[in-house]
């Protein structure tokens, strides 16, 4: 099975945790980058509003054809609760019929507010969700 981890990382949790599960399922690893260089300041503002309502951000092109791929792991960071706007740019780049797994970020490890909007959205591209993790990342310089 052919699998590939898409990260959007802003502080290097996110990509920490895509650069461990890659190696350890053997997959094929890939930064989803913003178009427009975010920077803590436009995190916050206009960040979390923009997570908050679901926005979709210009993302850079991926550089690896998704249809490719058996498995799709996304990995995220939460801001206000919502998963980053990056992440809304590769909900929509997924290919029908695909098995999808997300893991998500966070100071608190929690996406109560946003969870099952998330998964919804999964739903209605016509792709199979296998994985829904948070992971508790605690505090960063970023937050708190
Ligand atoms: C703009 C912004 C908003 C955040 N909002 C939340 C939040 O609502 N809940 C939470 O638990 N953590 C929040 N955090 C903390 C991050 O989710 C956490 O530090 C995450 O590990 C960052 O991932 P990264 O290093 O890959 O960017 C926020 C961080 C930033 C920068």
Redo the contacts with the bound molecule.
């Keep these: 099975m052919k699998t590939i981890v898409l ?11 895509a650069e461990r599960i890659a190696k350890e399922e053997n997959a094929e690893l890939c930064e989803i980058q913003e178009t427009k260089k975010r920077s ?1 300041f436009s ?2 503002v206009p ?2 509003l923009q ?1 908050r309502q679901r926005q979709t951000p210009a993302i850079k092109p991926l550089g690896h054809p998704l249809s490719n791929f058996d498995r799709i792991i996304i ?8 998963p ?1 706007p990056a992440w809304n740019a590769v909900l929509q780049l997924l290919p029908e019929g695909k098995d999808v797994s997300l893991f ?7 996406t109560t507010q946003s969870q099952q909007g998330t998964k919804d959205l999964i739903a209605q591209k016509g792709c199979t969700l296998s994985g829904y993790r948070d ?6 310089k ?3």
């Design positions: 990260y959007y990382s802003l502080s290097g949790n996110t990509k920490a945790e803590r995190a916050f960040g979390c997570a990995g995220c960071p939460i801001w206000a609760g919502f980053a998500f970020c966070s100071a608190s490890g929690k992971i508790k990342t605690g505090t960063d970023t937050h708190g």
